[in-house]
């Protein structure tokens, strides 16, 4: 298993109810494929990718590139980059915590990457208190977190004695299998027989070992290294000069303030005590509704009238354009 970043990538903090734990993010996998370089074989200076317009093959300047949605084929909408810029999700340095769900509903088909969460400015505590209560609950935070400009889903989920982020991907971006020709299963309609399971479990049980991730090795890889190091030692190297990586954006300190979970529960039943509340008091204006004379009547309707006509020209000049067709994955351009 390859080590983890020392580096944190994402300081922020954990957030469910009134509780904050701060945290910092770290890489948990890392690519362990060949990746093979462009290079200028006349003088070893790295190759990118030029813009070329696809209809006439010549390059463009990228003033004059524009980024547009194809909603139908060859139909695009143009979207300027200050539209892009106001779509951009609020970035607030918070895992959000939305629910907590049993750790066996989310299918291994929604994981897409993962990273440590190690706690940081004395927030080691609230961050062991949060893991424990996941692990003897079997329960997992459904999160919802922005990093560099993009909103992901994500799971927050115990392993060992570190929380895992798992960023999930979207419901719309995992495809049904209603398209596929499975056979139903729990056994209903199968034409297996006994026998034929005795025999499949006993193959099962005989290739049944303990999971070691090290006992799986990248054969592709191993070769193509392998060669690496035989040129190494022969000598035929390059010196190929690259760009230096940027600093990474450091968030704010959040204060630990474990006393608040007593206040988030507190919260949360006084949410349930308001709305009960809130039933009572209207079964009882309705009640007394029908005492009120025709005038009193009339002047609350025409104020009524009046406040939804308010909150309409409010909504009419806040809300935004609504666009039909596909929905867009685009970054922040650079």
Known sequence: MASSSSRTIWKGAISFGLVHIPVGLHTATTDQGIDFDWLDKRTMDPVGYKRINKRTGKEIDRENIVKGVEYEDGQYVIISPEEIEKAFPRTTQTIEIQRFVNASEV???????????????????????LRDTLVKTGKIGIAKVVIQTKQHLAALVPSGDALVLNLLRWGDEVRDTDGLDLPSSGGKGASNSAAEMKMAKQLVDDMTEAWNPDDFQNEFKQTVMGLVEKKVKAGKTETVFEPEEEAPATGSNI???TELLARSLAKRKGKSEDAASSDASSSTARSGKSSKSASTGRSASKKTAATKSTKAASRSKTSPTKTGGKTAKTRKAA
Do not use: H, M, T, W
């Not at 088909?109 to 062991?128: D, F, H, S």
């Open 107 to 129: 299918s291994f088909v929604y994981l897409e990457r993962p990273y440590y969460v190690a706690p940081i400015n004395k927030g080691q505590k609230v961050y062991a208190l």
């Open 255 to 257: 204060l630990d303030l």
